[in-house]
């Protein structure tokens, strides 16, 4: 009697531009989920908590320089050492919500020129494949409205701009679940619409293997 495999749960992740909603969102939707009886936990890219972590947010607080290959790897490394535990999460049927993914890790690193998209995608090539990638997408204009850039590396509009020509290359790549959100709806409407889609993800892929990104 071959036994019912155990239903996993969905890997979600949340891109878009500075201010757009990423953070606010993850935690949102996380919450609403376990409210709903759906175990779900949210992870951060980068995690700056862990060593590598520390040494990306050094970088990013323009304490520490970091050679523009060196950084990028640095960022990929940071996801390769939660795989492990994504993994594990999802096949105990835990929905995992990542606020940003090797998406930021591609757009951010080819947005600084001199770097083939191909070279930048390499590093992150195997990493667990999002069911769904969410992108909230917002106007220059609309997200100046939400407060003034941060003093963080990267954190100007000319280097944004960039950022998301890049986010729309990779954008079209139709072997990935992109989904365009508008984030300039209240936090309350866009998180309607995203937990409703995550829900519609959830089921779908509940009895489908997880794939490998960009293999
Ligand atoms: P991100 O993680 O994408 O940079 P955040 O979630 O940190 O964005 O939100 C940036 C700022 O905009 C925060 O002050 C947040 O409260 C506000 N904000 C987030 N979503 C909305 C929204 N839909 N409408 C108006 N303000 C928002
Ligand atoms: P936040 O912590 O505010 O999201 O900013 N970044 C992120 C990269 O350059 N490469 C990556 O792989 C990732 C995940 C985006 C983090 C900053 O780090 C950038 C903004
Ligand atoms: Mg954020």
Redesign the pocket.
């Known amino acids: 009697r071959a036994a019912m495999a155990a239903r996993r749960g969905a890997l979600i992740a ?1 891109e ?12 949102r939707l996380v919450e609403a989920l376990r409210e709903a009886g759906h175990p779900a936990d949210l992870l951060r890219f980068p995690d700056r908590t862990t060593e590598i972590g520390q040494l990306i947010s050094s970088y990013l607080g323009r304490e520490k320089n970091l050679e523009d290959h060196t950084i990028h790897l640095l960022f990929s490394a940071n996801r390769w050492e939660h795989v492990p535990m994504m993994k594990e999460k999802l096949q105990q049927g835990i929905t995992v919500v990542v ?2 993914y090797a998406f930021s890790g591609v757009a951010f690193t080819s947005a600084k020129g001199n770097f083939g998209l191909d070279w930048c995608k390499q590093p992150d090539v195997g990493l667990p494949k999002p069911d769904l990638i969410l992108f ?1 997408q ?1 106007n220059p204009e ?2 100046a ?3 003034n850039f941060g003093q963080e590396r990267y954190e100007t509009s000319s280097f944004q701009e960039k950022v998301l020509q890049c986010f729309y290359c990779l954008m079209e790549d139709k072997s990935l679940n992109w989904k365009t959100v508008d ?9 309607r619409e995203i937990k409703s889609i995550a829900k519609e993800t959830m089921q779908e892929v509940q009895n489908k293997p997880l794939g490998e990104l960009w293999k």
Not at 16 to 27: P, Y
């Open positions: 949340l878009g531009v500075d201010r757009a909603g990423k953070s606010t969102q993850g935690r606020d940003r909230l917002l609309a997200a409205e939400r407060g984030a300039s709806k209240s936090i309350e409407d866009l998180h």
